[in-house]
Nanobody
Framework: QVQLVESGGGLVQPGGSLRLSCAAS????????MGWYRQAPGKERELVAT???????NFVDSVKGRFTISGDNAKNTVYLQMNSLKPEDTAVYYC?????????????WGQGTQVTISS
């Protein structure tokens, strides 16, 4: 059973930075892609950033230029570096992993970590 454990959330002031970590129970290269989603109160869960096993990245427009995503296979961990944080970035952030195996798509989620941007 794949396990994803997020950490690094917290309360920061606008303009501040946070780095979220997602520790996987398996090699991150075993997944076709990994990424981060977020869900603010009363809103749908939205994709924030993804990284493929080949290293390609993708970001939602609202975080481009402020967030970066990276992976460290030696630590089985994917990171989301968040800079220039805004109050609208406040949400629960979830780690996600996707793997296609024998023609079937497996989707895995972490438990989420709260990020609050407030002065």
């Amino acid at each position: 059973q794949v396990q994803l454990v997020e950490s690094g959330g917290g309360l920061v002031q606008p303009g501040g930075s946070l780095r979220l970590s997602c520790a996987a129970s398996e090699s991150i290269f075993s997944f076709n892609s990994m990424g981060w989603y977020r869900q603010a109160p009363g809103k749908e869960r939205e994709l924030v950033a993804t990284i493929t096993s080949g290293g390609s990245t993708n970001f939602v427009d609202s975080v481009k230029g402020r967030f970066t995503i990276s992976g460290d296979n030696a630590k089985n961990t994917v990171y989301l570096q968040m800079n220039s944080l805004k109050p609208e970035d406040t949400a629960v952030y979830y780690c996600n992993a996707r793997r296609i195996s024998f023609g079937r798509l497996g989707i895995y989620w972490g438990q989420g970590t709260q990020v609050t941007i407030s002065s």
